[in-house]
């Protein structure tokens, strides 16, 4: 009601959507009963204990809002945020134990560099040979002490910290319960437990989460108030074609490489779909191989089997498959009759504590209540087998609903407002998978016109929809192909200049609203608060340009000047010199100045000029690769965009790479990452011999050589771990 009344967007989540009476309330926006979703995995006698409750908030200022209402609403007695056992890891470890055994700065720091960064942990990457690698003497005492140390310190307790959203609430005495202690951020209180302690208690939990994609949903709403998420079309044909062409980055949970990998194999044609999108990519189903088993039935593959007749209802729209935690549920309900707060016990006792005797005696009482409703040995053994590998990962259905809702109305923003969804995605950085200097570039691509940081037009925010009469931007591949000129414009805003502060910058704005600036030395003079340096970054990256009608060499003279000391009698007069005799910046020079100045670029990619040296070496561009056959040797290059080595795969490392036609994968394989280890890991560009490999339309290469291409200016990667 909060939010509604503050024209906050929201979305419940967690069990609640699994409530007719949540969803009447419009506390979720998922119909449980046209899902045909469980109520028991929301409220069961047998569970004893409160529903599982989430809210989607819009990340930042509007989600603080609705935590200050609840400490408002319950009193600060009778509210406060749960806490999180920080433990130390990896680097955390380093710093901490190197700093004990008193470390130089440099050595500290090169420490910390190299604890484990993957989420794969290979056996033969041990904390020895890191240190031989980095060039330390294991035979020192303090070096050897330091491995000891820190590989007793993985895991012990740091300090608490605050859960990220989860809150407690009781009739204002929480106090008398669990011990209070403010948090660092001013009105706040955190308990001292964790969700796990307060759950066990029977404390009433909710979580107020934070997702950048509803503030960009919401923002995106302001700036086209014809749009109405509740009235969307279901079945939007630009959608389902964007999605089953994995045209997906920006995209709310079906951007990361995975959900790319998937999606043209997948073919999501309708809403449900994308439900099962969201939930495939997840690893219960990876560690439970039913991906492909999935994948190979909707393609017509391989024949859909629901392990017995009587769990046709419940599995032959996943074809099968077991997906989801209520799919588990009603599996358990159906097969040997349990009830539904039975079967939801089964779910928790299959969890992250499992107790080997608990499982045994679930497993006893599986069986007998299969064999009571005859069913056979083998199917009691598929299904026992079915439940057990899926239960400690399973996906809760009505998450994934949830989630695909957003989804769903970020796809539809994008494929029909794309100034409006790239601006509120610029706006609400960090969030996702992928840069904003990625973003940008995939938004261009698409035909959108993006103009650089401007003094004279830029809001403190990015703006769509802004004035015409600037040089045009690199135009799109899509215009090139068309014979196309018109495109939906957008302008950065001044929030992307590093360094420029947020206070600086709305003196900037309020003094250009009393009147345009006529020079930089006018700007100097008007907008006291700026600095040297962020005067210096403004002209940098080109934002002083207009000012001057001249190169930013020119205008770094000009500022530079400005802002001499020239006494009381002449600082408030305005001067007017000779242009500067520095020459223009190189285009490489230009490049280096936007990536240190704004981390990105609205100019031609960086690839783009060098494609001449490019088609000399024999690299294929991103968007040719498609034409290749599978399994011929190709080369491909471009700036690292995503690495990867997850848990799951074994010891592979995914890399995302782009060029100026689009985006490539490369699959490295350990052994020539045990090779190439410093090139993958720390060049911003590569090269990259290896075999193409287009399954199903999804294309990736298997590199088989990897070298660093002459390092240029380039985005920063999101390396995940």
């Known amino acids: 009601r909060f939010c509604k009344e503050h024209n906050i967007l929201a979305q419940g989540r967690g069990s609640a959507a699994n409530s007719a009476v949540c969803y009447a309330l419009e506390i979720t926006a998922v119909d449980p009963v046209g899902m045909d979703l469980l109520f028991e995995r929301f409220l069961s006698e047998e569970r004893g204990e409160w529903p599982d409750i989430d809210l989607d908030l819009p990340s930042g200022d509007k989600r603080e809002q609705a935590i200050q209402y609840v400490y408002q609403r319950f009193g600060k007695l009778g509210a406060a945020m749960t806490a999180n056992v920080i433990t130390y890891r990896g680097r955390s470890a380093a710093r901490e134990v190197g700093k004990a055994l008193g470390f130089e700065v440099t050595s500290l720091e090169k420490l910390s560099s190299l604890a484990h960064a993957w989420e794969f942990k290979d056996p033969k990457d041990t904390t020895e040979r890191q240190f031989h690698e980095a060039g330390f003497d294991l035979d020192h005492p303090r070096v050897s002490k330091f491995c000891a140390l820190y590989r007793m310190a993985q895991d012990l307790p740091r300090h608490l910290g605050q859960h990220s959203g989860g809150m407690v609430i009781c009739q204002g005495a929480l106090d008398s319960v669990v011990p209070l202690e403010p948090a660092t951020m001013p009105g706040r209180v955190v308990v001292q437990w964790d969700k796990e302690d307060c759950a066990d208690l029977g404390i009433i939990k909710v979580d107020l989460l934070g997702l950048g994609m509803m503030a960009v949903l919401e923002e995106c709403l302001k700036l086209c108030p014809e749009v109405d998420l509740a009235q969307l079309p279901p079945d939007d044909p630009a959608v389902f074609a964007a999605l089953q062409r994995a045209d997906t980055i920006g995209m709310f949970q079906v951007e990361s490489r995975a959900q790319m990998s998937c999606l043209p194999r997948l073919k999501p044609a309708r809403f449900y779909d994308i439900v099962v999108q969201v939930a495939i990519i997840r690893p219960g189903p990876i560690v439970g191989k039913m991906v492909h088993p999935y994948l190979n039935r909707r393609q017509g593959r391989e024949p859909v089997d629901c392990l017995h007749p009587s769990l046709e209802p419940v599995l032959q729209r996943t074809l099968g498959v077991p997906l989801f935690q209520e799919q588990l549920l009603r599996m358990a309900m159906i097969a040997a009759g349990f009830s539904g707060g039975e079967a939801e016990e089964l779910r928790r006792a299959m969890g992250f504590k499992r107790s080997e005797k608990r499982m045994a005696d679930i497993e006893l009482k599986l069986r007998v209540g299969m064999e009571r409703n005859g069913i056979a040995a083998k199917a009691q053994d598929d299904i026992v087998r079915s439940i057990t590998s899926f239960a ?330």
Not at 429 to 457: E, N, S, W
Not at 493 to 511: I, K, S, T, V, W
Not at 633 to 656: D, E, M, N, Y
């Open 392 to 721: 400690l990962y399973g996906f809760p259905e009505s998450h994934a609903a949830s989630f695909a809702l957003i989804a769903y109305a970020s796809a539809y923003l994008k494929c029909h407002h794309l100034a409006e969804f790239t601006c509120a995605l610029l706006n609400n950085q960090p969030m996702g998978f992928y840069a904003p200097a990625i973003l940008i570039k995939d938004a261009q691509r698409h035909g959108l016109r993006v103009l650089p940081v401007d003094v004279t037009c830029s809001a403190w925010e990015c703006g769509a929809g802004g004035p015409r009469g600037y040089p045009a931007c690199q135009s799109s591949i899509h215009e090139q192909l068309a014979g196309e000129s018109a495109c939906p414009t957008m302008r950065l805003g001044l929030r992307y200049a590093r360094g420029l502060r947020e206070e600086a910058a709305r003196a900037l704005l309020r003094a250009r609203d009393v009147r345009p600036f006529s020079s930089v030395d006018d700007l100097a003079v008007r907008v006291r608060e700026l600095r040297q340096d962020e005067l210096n970054r403004l002209a940098e990256i080109g934002a002083l340009n207009a000012l001057e009608k001249q190169h930013r060499r020119d205008t770094l003279w000009q500022a530079q000047r400005a802002i001499l000391p020239v006494g009381p009698l002449l600082a408030p007069l305005e001067e007017t010199g000779q242009p500067s005799p520095l020459a223009p910046m190189s285009t490489e020079e230009r490049l280096w100045a936007d990536y240190r100045g704004t981390g990105l670029t609205v100019g031609k990619h960086p690839m783009a000029w060098r494609r001449i040296e490019m088609n000399a070496l024999g690299v294929v561009p991103a968007m040719h690769l498609a034409r290749i056959r599978n399994g011929a040797v190709v080369r491909i290059a471009g700036s690292v965009v995503v690495r990867q080595r997850p848990g799951t795969a074994k010891g592979f490392v995914f890399l995302s790479m782009e060029d100026e036609t689009g985006m490539m994968n490369a699959i490295v394989n350990p052994a020539t990452f045990e090779r190439c280890k410093f090139e993958v890991l720390g060049e911003p560009y590569l090269i990259i011999d290896g075999v193409l490999q287009n399954q199903d339309g999804v294309i990736s290469v298997k590199a088989g050589r990897v070298a660093a291409l002459r390092a240029g200016a380039a985005p920063e990667s999101h390396d995940f771990h």
